[in-house]
Nanobody, 120 residues
Framework: VLLQASGGGLVQPGGYLRLSCAASGSIFSINAMGWYRQAPGNQRELVATISSGGNTNYADSVKGRFTISRDNAKNTVYLQMNSLKPEDTAVYYC???????????????WGQGTLVTVSS
């Protein structure tokens, strides 16, 4: 199983970016998917998660600015980031809880990370 993240880059404060993360490989089903981030010197923190049914959860720091969504047919999760602030600068990691076959316990898989830099 491979999670491939894309969409990071350099953006000015107040700008926007859209991150994507596609899961590929021998996948039976995907439960929750999400985005986490890690800024230099900080621990990795949750940004947003979305269940297989579309229920979402956000960190307080991004509520109202970020939107998580998913396309189950494409095994892809997205993060629309608006009104970006310098404190959003971090490496963003996607996560997916994946079941490889019927009746097995799902496991967590991580993408390689994509750098988001918010600076003027």
């Amino acid at each position: 199983v491979l999670l491939q993240a894309s969409g990071g880059g350099l953006v000015q404060p107040g700008g926007y970016l859209r991150l994507s993360c596609a899961a590929s490989g021998s996948i039976f089903s995907i439960n929750a998917m999400g985005w986490y981030r890690q800024a230099p010197g900080n621990q990795r923190e949750l940004v947003a998660t979305i269940s297989s049914g579309g229920n979402t959860n956000y960190a307080d720091s991004v509520k109202g600015r970020f939107t998580i969504s998913r396309d189950n047919a494409k095994n892809t999760v997205y993060l629309q980031m608006n009104s970006l602030k310098p404190e959003d600068t971090a490496v963003y990691y996607c996560n997916a809880r994946i079941r490889l076959s019927y009746g097995t316990t799902p496991s967590d898989y991580w993408g390689q990370g994509t750098l988001v830099t918010v600076s003027s």
